[in-house]
């Protein structure tokens, strides 16, 4: 998971870039990049951290252009600790791309025997994005034949992307001297929204991001979702036009972004993530009534902030006080998109702080948006319980985590989940927990496509069906013996 944004202005896109980042950066915190385009020369910035601390005036001042891409980046490939792998990542030819991507290959081991042995080209980290964005080029290369670029050759190229590529990607690149390109994966995995906004005279202005919330705050209108195997490409004078090179596209996007990933203030492939998390709390609450005695709950209390559209939808429709029991220190990251185990564990009890007056001899209802290696939720059990709680009764608006998310999410390893190999009553002695209740798939399911055109959920975490038909036991046996969390 990364947040990215490109835009095509009539004025310096720098800082443009930058705002969008700020509000993307919820989206990944370990590195930041900006690469803007002043005709045919690029300038870019990187560095590790978050965007605030990141970057100084004097970058952003050698940032020239009007055309400028950025990305906020979670590693789920590579080594988060090597500035090198920050994004974006530049090839010098043909004509000079540089390029960002959200999401993950999974043919990354075919695609670096092909660039080196067929393609002739050098890789220099082990990013899949820089797989990416040489795949990109060479396949651009190929097309070709004068000095001029047009729009079909961009295309074509895009379309012998998809035909080599696997898995999820989200991308956005720069082509030197003629323009912006976007394109989306053909199952359209991760999100990719189209926006636009009318500089007078000058023309239209253009952006691309992974969330809707990014154009609404620049004044754009949202134009659309790009649609799964589409290829965008914005020239340098605001002319837009696009195409659908996939052969056979199908939106299945990832359910992780409705549960956990997305602002809540974000609309995604027209649906909205605050809305699907209301409905999601609704079909919790009637799994809840099911399992548990309303009895034995006083108060339900969300684990702020995804989880509490749902924890207030479970309150309301059980008829049960719903109260704030956790306070979040809101300069701690967010715990899940931490890189290793060590550094997520040590960081959750200085992201929240129990009030003991909210606890203090209550049966305690816990609502969290998920529950995947079970360190933030341990730990929040225990909180509850030093802080007085009586019973504590933990459940997740997500089902339970079961397998690897080979997708762009950091969940390589099946041993780290703490539902991989455990029914849910071993789960809720694991987390410390009177009761534990999970949300069902298919409840997970309908309660994010109600009412929308949407008709499949990548959902491989919780079920082991991977969409693309292309993940084998093999590779995920290579995966969790070669990926670090």
């Known amino acids: 998971m990364c947040g990215i944004v490109g835009i095509v202005s009539s004025q310096p896109a720098n800082q443009q870039v930058y705002d969008a980042l700020l509000l993307l950066q919820h989206r990944g915190q370990d590195s930041t ?204 004078g605001g002319e837009m036009v696009s195409k659908q090179c996939a052969a056979n596209p199908r939106l299945i996007p990832c359910s992780f972004e409705y549960v956990y990933l997305a602002r809540p203030d974000s609309i995604m492939n027209g649906i909205s993530v605050y809305d699907a998390r209301l409905r999601l709390g ?39 006080e719903y109260r704030e029991g956790f306070y979040k220190n809101r300069y701690v990251g967010r715990t899940f998109i931490m890189p290793g185990q060590e550094e997520r564990k040590k960081s959750v009890k200085q992201k929240l702080n129990a009030m003991g007056s909210e606890f203090r001899g209550k049966n305690i209802l816990i609502v969290d948006d998920s529950i995947v290696r079970g360190t933030t939720s341990k730990e929040i059990v225990q909180m509850a319980r030093d802080a007085g709680a009586n019973k504590v009764t933990f459940t997740s608006a997500a089902p339970p985590v079961r397998f690897p998310h080979v997708y762009g999410i950091n969940m390589p390893s099946r041993q780290e989940l703490v539902a991989h190999n455990r029914k849910i009553p071993e789960i809720a002695t694991e987390l410390g927990a009177d009761y534990l209740i999970y949300q069902e798939v298919a409840d997970m399911q309908a309660a994010i496509l109600e009412g929308s055109n949407v008709t499949e959920l990548e959902m491989s975490c919780f079920t082991g069906d991977y969409v693309t038909g292309t993940v084998s036991p093999e590779y995920l046996a290579w995966v969790e013996a070669n990926q670090l969390s």
């Open 282 to 320: 609704d079909r919790l609450a009637d799994t809840i009534a099911q399992y548990t005695p309303m009895g034995d709950i006083d108060v339900v209390m969300p684990i702020p902030d995804s989880s509490r559209p749902a924890a207030m939808q479970v309150a309301q429709k059980l008829g049960i």
């Open 33 to 236: 990049g900006i690469s803007t385009a002043d005709g045919s020369t690029f300038y870019s910035t990187k560095a590790k951290g978050q965007v605030r601390e990141a970057y100084r005036t004097r970058d952003m001042r050698g940032l020239l252009g009007n055309m400028g891409i950025g990305h906020v980046r979670y590693a789920t490939k590579g080594n988060a600790a090597n500035e090198q792998e920050a994004q974006p990542f530049y090839v010098n030819a043909p004509y000079g791309i540089t390029l960002i991507h959200n999401g993950n290959l999974t043919n990354t081991r075919e695609l670096t025997r092909e660039l080196f042995d067929v393609d002739r080209r050098h890789l220099n980290t082990t990013s899949d994005t820089e797989l990416l964005v040489n795949v990109l080029a060479h396949e651009l290369q190929a097309e070709v034949s004068g000095a001029d670029l047009d729009a079909d050759q961009v295309f074509n190229a895009v379309s012998r992307v998809h035909e080599r590529v696997e898995g999820s990607y989200a991308a956005i690149a720069l082509i030197a001297g003629h323009g912006l390109l976007a394109f989306r994966d053909p199952f359209g995995i991760r999100p990719l929204i189209l926006g636009k906004r009318s500089a007078g005279l000058v023309g239209d202005e253009w952006i691309v991001a992974s969330e809707s919330l990014v154009l609404e705050s620049g004044g754009y209108e949202v134009v659309r979702d790009v649609a799964p195997g589409e290829a965008v490409f914005i020239t340098r």
